[in-house]
């Protein structure tokens, strides 16, 4: 591989580590710091907070919210799969099958499991 790759290579990591750190860093640097009391109290919306802010949240919002991020990813690998098929032979064909077929399978894991119920 020739060197000149390499650097093109290095670049794209040093932009891709300074674009977002920049403004992070800027903001720091040049944004007013003026606290007062008014400026530190909580604020929602126009509304003055009532209680606590700390609340428990039952476990199954959080289980249902990973049981769709597992089934909507499946998305990335089934539309690249469709866009291709054509092109694609037999054995991706046997391979998406059994990926459906796992995914089925959790499905039907987490349904009898009761997490897709909300009661």
Same mark, same amino acid.
Request: aromatic share 20%; with cysteine; charged share 10%.
């Given at each position: 591989?020739?060197?000149?790759?390499?650097?093109?290579?290095?670049?794209?990591?040093?932009?891709?580590?300074?674009?977002?750190?920049l403004p992070?860093?800027?903001?720091?640097?040049?944004?007013?710091?003026?606290?007062?009391?008014?400026?530190?109290?909580?604020?929602?919306?126009?509304?003055?907070?009532?209680?606590?802010? =700390?609340?428990?949240?039952?476990? +199954?919002?959080?289980? /249902? %919210? @990973?049981?769709?991020? #597992?089934?909507?990813?499946? *998305?990335?690998?089934?539309?690249? =799969?469709?866009?291709?098929?054509? +092109?694609?032979?037999? /054995? %991706? @064909?046997?391979?998406? #099958?059994?990926?459906i077929f *796992?995914?089925?399978?959790?499905?039907?894991?987490?349904?009898?499991?009761?997490?897709?119920?909300?009661?």
């Open positions: 591989m020739d060197l000149n790759q390499w650097v093109f290579i290095g670049l794209f990591f040093a932009l891709g580590w300074t674009l977002p750190a992070i860093v800027l903001g720091k640097l040049l944004a007013p710091r003026r606290p007062n009391p008014i400026k530190q109290q909580a604020y929602e919306c126009g509304v003055e907070m009532v209680g606590s802010a =700390w609340t428990q949240f039952r476990a +199954q919002y959080y289980i /249902f %919210a @990973l049981v769709f991020v #597992v089934f909507d990813v499946e *998305l990335v690998f089934l539309f690249p =799969w469709a866009l291709a098929y054509n +092109q694609l032979g037999l /054995f %991706a @064909l046997f391979e998406m #099958v059994v990926f *796992l995914l089925v399978v959790a499905l039907v894991y987490t349904w009898r499991k009761g997490a897709l119920r909300w009661s």
